[in-house]
């Protein structure tokens, strides 16, 4: 038996569940998604897809067809879409052979999927977040005209924002779909959700709100964490007034205290700007990071907690809307960071 890691990243089933409904609920006529790229944000794409499919979702998102392979004998291939499409001819024919489903960004990816006879594609239109997709007017080159296209995309440069570039794109995308005249429509990220009926289209794509972001204030109350970065106290010390913890002494005790180290740091995606800043829940308690976050260590202030001892977990305080305030990292950034050690 392999040893167990002191950090374990503890994802809350039930919650996630909830999330997709209510965000399903939310897409109207519409059904909503689920971007798994980046494995599901770092929560670990596998388990995600498989809850979700149970939960009734049909539509998957990754960025490269290295994670769709992860989903094979996971969902049907056919329901993933990959965000990115085609690289190079041997990816357009291990994807083809495969029956995943690239979004065609470019005449160049058209042209890679057409030489594998490869069927059943995504279009991206770019409206104007210009990264990658199609402009509006390679829609008409004769070489899309016989494309078998299942769904057409378009990605929102700022949904969380109440910015006129939205409606603009709604406009651009609304355009798109009817000159192509096929295909399911799909606009909305998780906040594009809550920008109304006109952004849902047939299929949304939630990726952050699923795993707890809050992206919008149209979102709050309706969203539930789902992740809860958990690690153990691999030290309990006491430390005198006036001494230094951790790196460059940055605190210096102003009391005798008790500390916990946990075996939690940067390393591990819990970055320095929690240095004095961040904090560890157990029994309802909150328990200040002390001093600089080291790469693989933290220490925390045990003094009002003297039942919590060597070997015990805590939780690191991640409720991403606030966490993400306080610490300046976006909600993205707080999960897509948390690192390998972690076991999932
Ligand atoms: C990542 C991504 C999403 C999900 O966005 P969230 O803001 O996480 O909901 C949707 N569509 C595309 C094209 C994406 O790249």
Redesign the pocket.
Known sequence: MLPEPPLRLTLDETALIHNWHRLNELSGAARAGA?V?ANA?GLGAVRVARLLRDAGCRDF?V?YASEAAELVGIVDPAQVSI?HGPQSADEAAWVAANGFRPVLNSIAQVQLWRATNGGACDL?VDTGINRIGFSQEQLSDPLLADLDVTTV?S?LAS?EEDSPLNALQQQRWSAACAALGRGERSLA???GIMLGADFHGDVT?????LYG?V?CAALEGEIRQVAFPEAVIMQVRQVQAGQGIGYNSTFVAPRDMRVGVVALGYADGYLRCWSGKGAMLAGGKRLDVLGRVSMDMTVIDLSQTPELSEGDWVTADYFLPTAAALSGLSQ?ELLTALGRRFSR
């Open positions: 971007a790229k944000y998102f960025a965000l991206m995309l990605h949904a990220n998780s906040a794509r939630p990726g952050i709100a972001g992206p993205y």
